[in-house]
């Protein structure tokens, strides 16, 4: 069975960090490239963040970048999202998915493979 589990969600102060993990499972995460988006209530689903299959080229919305850096441990299937100076509004559930295209900075996910997500909440 083809899935994603995110985790490492939780709930922080403004200016906290955390480091969410995605780990796949039922197939090879190496030959993908991979993204991170997040929704939050009533808004529609943003794109935060993606790495290419061979770790060489990274992209970051606006929104995130200097804050959150993407990385990947294709050894362990896992692809991380650490998160630093978190905002009120950085609060969200947020996914992973991989990326069928080449154009990273589109960020058009593969809809099929989606997870269940981890909450963000950053509040004081």
């Known amino acids: 069975q083809v899935q994603f589990v995110e985790s490492g969600g939780g709930l922080v102060q403004p200016g906290g960090s955390l480091r969410l993990s995605c780990e796949a499972s039922g197939f090879v995460l190496k030959y993908h490239h991979v993204g991170w988006f997040r929704q939050a209530p009533g808004k529609e689903r943003e794109g935060l963040s993606a790495?290419?299959?061979?770790?060489?080229?990274?992209y970051y919305a606006d929104s995130v970048k200097g804050r959150f850096t993407i990385s990947r441990d294709n050894a362990k299937n896992t692809v991380y999202l650490q998160m630093n100076s978190l905002k009120p509004e950085d609060t969200a559930l947020y996914f992973c998915?991989?990326?069928?295209?080449?154009?990273?900075?589109?960020?058009?996910?593969?809809?099929?493979?989606w997870g269940q997500g981890t909450q963000v909440t950053v509040s004081s």
């Open positions: 998915a991989t990326i069928p295209g080449d154009d990273l900075a589109a960020m058009i996910p593969n809809y099929d493979w």
């Open positions: 790495i290419s299959r061979s770790e060489d080229t990274t």
